[in-house]
């Protein structure tokens, strides 16, 4: 284990902005007690609000972590994630967008609940609380977990719970206000922190020059051969669209900036704002792990790249700044999960069944929920933790593939195809996530691929649950002798303006020509 060892300076800084932090959030909870909605954007957010924040939910230090993990172990290959993803955020901003903004929903669970009906919604708000549990508690904790064993050097449970009861603490301090109030403030300040990582890097291993005599020469191709075992080219193109469709299209928290923008045209700008800036995570996040492994090849745990980098080349008192950024927007990330996670339930599924419940039981219902969330997902995380023969980067991709499928054929089906029925998309939300999830524990746990040669790619093996999931509602459909009609009215779907038109055309542009070189070689 290659641990961090903290100066008395880092510490000093690190205490000194979590205390400033916890203070921010006092002062804000008694500034705001006039009822005056915080989070509710009463639809007025223009483009660059929109593109920060769908880009900021984005790239938490998680994907920060796991991007350099992915760059030292293969190279720029994983920045398909980020840049393949600008066809699904395109995707947003003329199909799902116009047609959210059409039928003036809030939610998404909503928008399907108008679509086929009150069974589907209630079916969506379960299967939301299952993917805030795995993809933004389980994961978030997973990688924090491993941020945190590196300076004390314990146990993965121990970690995730240490930062369980920050994130606990901060909430009845009255810090996750404070959070919310400094997230902007957190993400410039890591973008700033990564973009001097890579400064640094790139003039200690002697520039772009020094860099590409020191690392494979595959490591500056988009796309690898079929046959390579951590990113073929065929499972990327036909896998990653699965994930592309449920992350960027039909997730409520990536979603929902847009669902507040001002009108239409903000949507298509701030999306197309956000497809812009996903091309500095390679840069950004991708790039310090190349460098990585052009410094210290001998580095045992691609997943310690990043911190590795940080510990190395920054001054004492820095790497402490670096901590605490990154700590706190892991403690925020986990208290907004956690917080989601006891709204959905208490609101959308426990209120249904309690119609006439008090305030104070609903709290206590919350509370309840949270500590089962927590410890739900703790296990979740040891059980992540035990996966063997993956790095950081795929762990976080095959979880998340064996999640998406259902949700892009519901939403998929839901808005390309009338004939589709409710019967259908509870088919898909409910035999299909189990179906899904149940294959993902095969591959990851008991039959993990790393010894059985069996299994296809993990983004093959998404690919072929959602073609499953597809064919399975189709049948459904086409035999329900009493499909119920949908109540969903998009209203007169708004032409694109030529501005936005321009834009997209050359993002489209730059994007085929950053793939163009980048497999030139």
Excluded at 112 to 126: C, D, H, P
Excluded at 167 to 190: C, E, H, I, P, R
């Amino acid at each position: 284990m290659n641990n961090i060892f903290l100066e008395p300076l880092d510490w000093t800084i690190l205490i000194a902005y979590f205390v400033i932090l916890i203070a921010i959030g006092i002062w804000a909870s008694m500034k705001r007690k006039k009822g005056s909605s915080l989070f509710m954007a009463e639809h007025s957010l223009k483009w660059h609000h929109i593109g920060f924040s769908m880009w900021g939910t984005n790239v938490g230090p998680s994907m920060l972590i796991a991007s350099a993990s992915a760059g030292f172990t293969t190279g720029i290959v994983s920045g398909n994630y980020a840049w393949y993803a600008f066809v699904f955020i395109c995707l947003l901003a003329f199909v799902f967008g116009p047609r959210y903004l059409g039928a003036k929903v809030t939610t998404l669970p909503e928008f399907m609940g108008r679509r086929f009906g009150q069974s589907t919604r209630n079916i969506l708000a379960w299967y939301t609380i299952v993917t805030i549990i795995i993809s933004w508690l389980a994961l978030t904790l997973f990688a924090g977990g491993i941020l945190i064993r590196q300076i004390f050097d314990i146990p993965m449970w121990q970690s995730a719970l240490i930062l369980l009861v920050i994130s606990a603490f901060f909430t009845m301090a009255g810090g996750l206000k404070a959070v919310a109030y400094t997230n902007v403030f957190q993400m410039l300040l890591l973008i700033l922190v990564s973009a001097t990582l890579t400064v640094v890097g790139l003039s200690k291993v002697g520039g772009i020059e020094g860099l590409t005599a020191n690392v494979p020469a595959n490591y500056w191709n988009l796309f690898l051969p079929n046959d390579d075992p951590a990113f073929p080219w065929l499972p990327i193109l036909l896998g990653y669209p699965i994930m592309g469709v449920w992350f960027w299209c039909t997730d409520q928290s990536m979603v929902q900036p847009v669902l507040a923008a001002k009108n239409l045209t903000q949507g298509q700008l701030g999306t197309n704002f956000t497809a812009w800036l996903k091309i500095l995570d390679v840069p950004l996040y991708i790039l310090p792990g190349i460098i990585c492994f052009a410094l210290y090849p001998t580095l045992k745990n691609p997943d310690e790249a990043y911190m590795t980098m940080v510990t190395n080349l920054f001054p004492i008192g820095m790497v402490g700044l670096v901590m605490a950024v990154l700590t706190a927007a892991l403690v925020s990330t986990i208290g907004s999960a956690l917080n989601a996670l006891s709204t959905v339930f208490t609101i959308d599924i426990y209120q249904k069944k309690h119609p006439n419940i008090s305030e104070q039981k609903m709290i206590n219902v919350g509370r309840v929920v949270t500590v089962v969330g927590s410890v739900v997902s703790i296990l979740i995380c040891i059980a992540i933790d035990s996966i063997k023969g993956l790095n950081l980067f795929n762990v976080f991709q095959s979880v998340l593939g064996f999640i998406a499928p259902p949700m892009s054929a519901v939403f998929l089906f839901g808005v390309f195809w009338k004939r589709a029925t409710t019967k259908a998309a509870n088919f898909a939300l409910t035999i299909g996530t189990v179906f899904s999830i149940g294959i993902g524990i095969l591959y990851l746990w008991v039959f993990p691929a790393e010894e059985y040669t069996f299994w296809p790619h993990f983004m093959m093996l998404s690919f072929d649950l959602f073609v499953a999931i597809c064919v399975g509602m189709i049948i459904v459909s086409l035999f329900d002798k009493n499909p119920q009609g949908s109540q969903l009215d998009f209203g007169k779907l708004e032409k694109p303006s030529w501005g936005v038109i321009a834009l997209w055309t050359l993002l489209i542009i730059v994007m085929i020509g950053l793939y163009i070189f980048f497999n030139g070689h």
